[in-house]
Nanobody, 114 residues
Framework: QVQLVESGGGLVQAGGSLRLSCAAS???????VVWYRQAPGKQRELVAL???????NYPDSVKGRFTISRDNAKNTVYLQMNSLKPEDTAVYYC?????????WGQGTQVTVSS
């Protein structure tokens, strides 16, 4: 069993930056890891994925602004968010995917003011 803890959220002005962290209680080096977000009244949206091999993928809505990375020595995955927009406001969740099952963190709130 792996526990995930997200941190780094907060209130930032439009155009600003935040770095989210997803710290795992154990090794997740063999897992693909995904960052999702969910705004009030909206469906959950994938914002970044990193494979166990370090490959990344982003939707067009964040491409060029968000960067996902991982530090396997620290059992941590990061989401660097630049040029933030008010529409990026949401709760951001980390999801780690072993071959079987899925682990979720509790989420961290990101609020971008205009």
């Amino acid at each position: 069993q792996v526990q995930l803890v997200e941190s780094g959220g907060g209130l930032v002005q439009a155009g600003g930056s935040l770095r989210l962290s997803c710290a795992a209680s154990g090794s997740i080096s063999s897992f693909n890891v995904v960052w999702y977000r969910q705004a009030p009244g909206k469906q959950r949206e994938l914002v970044a994925l990193i494979t166990s091999g370090g490959g990344t993928n982003y939707p067009d809505s964040v491409k060029g602004r968000f960067t996902i990375s991982r530090d396997n020595a620290k059992n941590t995955v990061y989401l660097q968010m630049n040029s933030l927009k008010p529409e990026d406001t949401a709760v951001y969740y980390c999801n780690a995917r072993p071959l079987s099952g899925s682990y979720w963190g509790q989420g961290t709130q990101v609020t971008v003011s205009s």
